[in-house]
């Protein structure tokens, strides 16, 4: 009956480190030892031989720093194109927005309810030859011959940046809605034009929601794996096609693992330097 009490007293007073025990071993079980089994086996040689650096040396050229190069141009230039579409309609629905602001939400996020396989298909339809698009533009004459939009890189950059552009305007405007507006008021007592309080004192304040949305939309895009190869039509090779090509089609999972590790450091270095150029231009607008 003591020992019972005692576990119950115990339980109760550390309910917190308790409660934390099913995060605990899902991150020990689906994120640390896949992570050690990742790192360990892009030391495995062809050969067998053990903690060998040749699937690293293999790496080191050309094609593989392109693929890198490229994943990073798709990741850059979609967190660009997000966040200068985003940024104003997160705004707009933050603070211009009165009634039917859960309606525009639901609006934004309903798309995403569908597969995204079925998303990608349904852009195959408008990005064609012959599809929507195409017949649209003929047909209001702004062009003559249709556009060669799908199965090349200006066709991933469409829809990766209709896919992740909630991603972005989610955390951009949950912090612009927890503004205080007594800080806009006082900023334009202060005598600042509009200009000078979106650029001062709104932009600067957001910087948390852009941040989180730029994270949210660089590191899964640096690795996307599904739209360049429906859309692109295998026609390029990004990280998580490379990846997937080691793996699933030439069954060489050290080179593999190796290729995942640099690609994870290119992307890590990515971050800290696009964190550091973007904090430094923003708090000097």
């Known amino acids: 009956m003591n020992i019972i009490k005692r576990v119950q007293k115990l339980f109760f007073s550390e309910s917190s480190f308790f409660m934390a025990i099913p995060a605990l071993v899902w991150q020990v079980f689906f994120c640390i030892i896949p992570l050690i089994l990742i790192i360990s086996g892009s030391f495995i040689a062809p050969t067998g031989y053990f903690f060998s650096l040749k699937n690293y040396t293999i790496l080191f050229d050309t094609n593989h720093l392109y693929i890198i190069l490229l994943s990073f141009f798709l990741a850059l230039t979609t967190s660009i194109l997000c966040l200068l579409f985003g940024y104003p309609i997160a705004y707009w629905l933050a603070r211009k927005v009165v009634i039917f602001k859960n ?24 990005l064609e030859k012959s599809g929507i698009l195409n017949n649209f533009l003929i047909s209001i004459g702004l062009i003559q011959q249709p556009l060669a939009i799908l199965n090349n890189i200006v066709g991933i950059l469409i829809v990766t940046f209709y896919c992740y552009l909630p991603f972005m305007v989610l955390p951009i405007f949950s912090v612009l809605e927890k503004i205080d507006q007594n800080i806009l008021e006082a900023s334009a007592d202060l005598g600042a034009t509009g200009r000078q309080t979106i ?29 360049p190869l429906l859309i692109g039509g295998d026609k390029y090779m990004f990280t998580g096609n490379a990846i997937a090509h080691y793996v699933f089609t030439a069954l060489d999972l050290s080179k593999g693992a190796a290729f995942t590790i640099i690609a994870s450091i290119s992307l890590f270095m990515s971050i800290i330097l696009l964190n550091w150029l973007l904090k430094r231009f923003i708090y000097r607008l």
Do not use: A, D, H, R
Not at 103 to 122: G, H, K
Not at 199 to 227: A, D, H, N, R
């Open 103 to 126: 309606l525009f939400l639901f609006l934004l996020i309903v798309p995403f309810w569908t597969n995204l396989l079925v998303l990608i298909y349904s852009w195959i339809f408008i």
């Open 199 to 227: 650029t001062k004192v709104i932009i600067p304040l957001s910087w948390p929601g852009i941040k989180t949305g730029l994270l949210l939309v660089f590191v899964p895009v640096f690795g996307e794996f599904t739209i």
